[in-house]
């Protein structure tokens, strides 16, 4: 698996193996976050910045428990290193943004327990991609992440002008709608083998 | 009923993480495809949530509260690190099958919620009760989505086949959109029943929400 050539790697990671709609990687921000198209695009950003920055600390980190055979630390490690930059990420938009990060509020500390994130750094560890290999994935990961997310939210925002009858409300709605964008996504399956 | 038992009901019933709370919801999508894995899954997490918020209600005056979040989320890494051992040792069939997801328990958010809403204010029995009951409501919905998905997309239970030969089965259940399309047709079901139930509760008819949009 480790000569795929880069392009592909992105590719398949944006639109034929998106990591929402066909690996249900990232769900919680993805039905909580997406009501609204500009808090869905900065989530989105903040989210692929750090999956980069997880994706390359994470392949450090790995060649070094590998070096000294601690593997089984491998889970331990990447948590810390995703909270770190977890709060690396919150301070750095609390000061750049502060209305950005009130628009996020709790759901910029959950990027920690979005298993996106821990889904790119065991990804990449487990198909043993080098590091340019592991940073294209990650960026791939992370706009096929954005993407799914800014179109639900564009799709509720539509919805929200519309006469639902009150059984089909709330997280019923939103889980078929995933299932449609899912099976449009299913149209690209050819594109990652 | 006594608190012990409405504190173990809880998580099976009123406060079902998946169909209620809709909490922890890559696994329940991704591993679903199959009974097998869905009940392996829920089993993997109901320990792990269980052992997790003993281990956090036991530490729970000695960790301060600054690092507390960092604190819950390396005991449930350690938790899952062991799982994650014990079932490539016992079951690699399960192991290759439910692939990163039993590492992905650690960013599960019902334990993690769990530790933080209940097991960090609770004495050691009390939490392991109510995480108890939770991983079981956990497992339950799983296996709720699993049974459908098996039956539907591969006409199986558990392996065995049910339908006979001529079966043809409904692939697309068992691909990534059945996951969402069963695990909406589960909260409709639900909320149709709690909504007959309010209005037999009370005979007027009631504004049920849907009537307010598009004015």
Known sequence: MGTESLSHIFVSAVLANNFVLSLFLGLCPFLGVSNRLSTAASMGAATTFVMFIASLCAYGLNALLIAVNLEFLRLISYIVVIASAVQLVEMFTKKVSPALFRALGIYLPLITTNCAVLGVALFQTTREYSLAQSLAFSVGGGAGFSLALILMAGLRERLQLSDVPGVVQGTALTLMLAGLLSLAFMGFSGLGS | ?215
């Open chain 2, 1 to 215: 009923m006594t608190e012990r038992t409405d504190n173990f009901i809880e998580g099976i019933w009123r406060q079902n993480p998946v169909f209620v709370m809709t909490l922890g919801m890559c696994p329940t999508l991704a591993v679903t495809v199959s009974a097998n894995n869905a009940l392996a899954m829920g089993l993997a997490t109901t320990f792990v949530l269980v052992f997790s918020c003993l281990l956090v209600s036991l530490m729970r005056e000695i960790v301060p509260k600054e690092v507390r979040i960092a604190t819950y989320i390396l005991i449930i890494a350690t938790f899952v690190t062991a799982v994650d051992y014990v079932i490539q040792a016992v079951s690699l069939a399960v192991y290759e099958a439910l692939g990163a997801f039993i590492q992905l328990i650690v960013v599960n958010c019902i334990i993690l919620g769990r530790a933080e809403a209940h097991a960090s204010k609770s004495p050691p029995i009390t939490a392991a009760v109510n995480a108890l009951g939770m991983g079981l409501g956990f497992t339950l919905g799983l296996m709720a989505l699993g049974c459908v998905r098996e039956i539907l997309g591969a006409g199986t239970l558990f392996g065995f086949s049910l339908f006979g030969a001529q079966f043809q089965p409904w692939v697309i259940m068992v691909l990534p959109p059945g996951g969402f399309f069963v695990l909406a047709g589960w909260l409709l079901l639900f909320n149709w029943l709690r909504q007959r139930g309010e209005q037999t509760a009370s005979p007027a008819p009631q504004d049920t929400g849907g009537t307010h949009h598009g004015h």
